[in-house]
Structures are given as structure tokens and as C-alpha cells.
């Protein structure tokens, strides 16, 4: 796997990994490779210095590795609570709405709900912001 230092046609910087160097070059040919931000498949490799990988291999505390993964999945809960908490839910009506908000048809809301890749492909093309609003994790009493 190589990890990509990118950046795209606005200057907003992200990684990504994949499986080769080629497997870069065939993914943004096709304008697989988008940023995470604005939705841009104008992206280009930074500069970025090799990952050498030393003799010693260092053990991963299992410990902290739960406190990290514990302290994500809440960040999560969180994100989501607040989202509920004070954006409109618009269902399966977010792609019409998110447009009519963009163009000013509607009044300018925070809104969340549902979109089909295709809705949300072509959002991000007229360039109307939106994303991906994660599932919420499993509490932590629930997991084995």
C-alpha cells in the first residue's frame, strides 16, 4: 500500500492510499480521485518524504489503541447528536432541498437526510456543499 500526500485545485490537502503507484495514475485518470472537501477530481500528488521502515517493530499497545478507537466512536456519537439536535431532517427530499437552499429558493438552513451517490454526484458538480453524515457506532457496552 502507498500513501498519498494530495491536494486538490482549491489547495485543500488530504491523503489517501492505494495499492501501487499505477493504481494512482489509473484511479485519476478516471476521475476516481476526489477531494473529501469540495467534491474536486482536480487533484495532484504532493511532495511528501518515503515512510522507511526501521528493523524494530514496535508493539501497539492494545490498551490505548481502545482508548483511541473509544474516543473516535464518541466524537462520532457526538457529531451526529448535534446534527439531529439542530439541523432539519428533510429525508429523501435532501438533494431538491439542498439545491432550492444553494440557488435560494428556499431559506438557508442546516438540513440532513438521505441522497442517492448519483444525487450527491451531481450536487457536488453544480457545486452545492454537502456530505456524508457518518453512521452512528455501536455503544460501547454492545461490543464483545
Request: glycine residues 6%; charged residues 30%; hydrophobic residues 35%.
Amino acid at each position: 500500500m502507498i500513501r498519498y500526500a494530495l491536494q486538490c485545485e482549491h489547495d485543500h490537502g488530504f491523503e489517501a492510499w492505494f495499492s501501487s503507484s499505477s493504481d494512482y495514475d489509473d484511479q485519476a485518470a478516471r476521475g476516481l480521485v476526489e477531494c473529501p472537501v469540495c467534491g474536486s477530481c482536480a487533484v495532484s500528488k504532493q511532495i511528501m518524504a518515503p515512510a522507511v521502515a526501521g528493523t524494530k517493530r514496535t508493539a501497539v499497545d492494545p490498551e490505548a489503541a481502545g482508548r483511541m478507537r473509544q474516543m473516535m466512536m464518541q466524537a462520532v456519537r457526538e457529531m451526529r447528536s448535534h446534527v439531529e439536535a439542530n439541523f432539519d431532517y428533510v429525508g429523501d427530499a435532501f438533494a431538491r432541498e439542498a439545491r432550492a437552499i444553494h440557488e435560494g429558493r428556499s431559506e438557508k438552513r442546516e438540513i440532513y437526510g438521505e441522497a442517492t451517490p448519483d444525487e450527491v454526484r451531481a450536487l457536488r458538480e453544480d457545486g452545492v456543499p454537502c456530505a456524508p453524515l457518518p453512521a452512528l457506532p455501536p455503544e460501547p457496552e454492545s461490543l464483545n
